[in-house]
T-cell receptor
């Protein structure tokens, strides 16, 4: 079945440091890939997505590129801020989970803490 | 826009009692709502998918008689944990898929359930 593996945290960085959170997946066909962010006390929010190979999703300075050859979708940011402290989830949606469902498969989440 | 609320945000109940959790889409109509369970340091595990006006579809291993889901309108779905036990203690998160933006899921802030 579909699965998502992302690097375990917690990750602690200083402000303005570079961030990479690795994410790899296993799926049949060509899934859509997502990064969600969960700020303390809030629900998950879509951060960025990519729907086909070589697509790059980007938002709020974060970016991730859909790499079919390595089945990866690593999240990167060149300079993190304290406000980026949150839990980040990598997820996929199988092309076969359409119809009325559009089910998502999530990784375990990575807690990022950015210190001033 | 696209706000999903959950109520209550946290609840403590005694073993053997039932507890109901509400999930509402506040500013959009949701054809489909999803219920997830999240254990500490674990991923979100999809429990069931509910479509307005029809029976919920449960994931393998989820007891449908224990986790009752009702999706009575396009803006409200409820999850009732019946005869709760301490092992049901968890963080329950709902998401809603908009009628007009069928690929996107919007997440609620979650409900922390503690069964004593």
């Amino acid at each position: 079945g579909d699965s998502v593996t992302q690097m375990e945290g917690p990750v602690t960085l200083s402000e303005e440091a570079c961030l990479t959170i690795n994410c790899t997946y296993t799926a049949t066909g060509y899934p859509s890939l997502f990064w969600y962010v969960q700020y303390p006390g809030e629900g998950l929010q879509l951060l960025l997505k990519a729907t086909k190979a070589d697509d790059k999703g980007s938002n709020k300075g974060f970016e991730a590129t859909y790499r079919k050859e390595t089945t990866s979708f690593h999240l990167e940011k060149g300079s993190v801020q304290v406000s980026d402290s949150a839990v980040y989830f990598c997820a996929l949606r199988s092309p076969y989970s359409g119809g009325s469902n559009y089910k998502l498969t999530f990784g375990k989440g990575t807690l990022l803490t950015v210190n001033p | 826009g696209a706000v999903v609320s959950q109520h209550p945000s946290w609840v403590i109940c005694k073993s053997g009692t039932s507890v109901k959790i509400e999930c509402r889409s506040l500013d959009f109509q949701a054809t489909t709502m999803f219920w997830y369970r999240q254990f500490p340091k674990q991923s979100l595990m999809l429990m069931a998918t509910s479509n307005e006006g029809s029976k919920a579809t449960y994931e393998q291993g989820v007891e449908k008689d224990k986790f009752l889901i009702n999706h009575a309108s396009l803006t409200l779905s409820t999850l009732t944990v019946t005869s709760a036990h301490p092992e049901d203690s968890s963080f329950y998160i709902c998401s809603a898929r908009a009628l007009l933006d069928r690929a996107e899921q919007y997440f609620g802030p979650g409900t922390r359930l503690t069964v004593t």
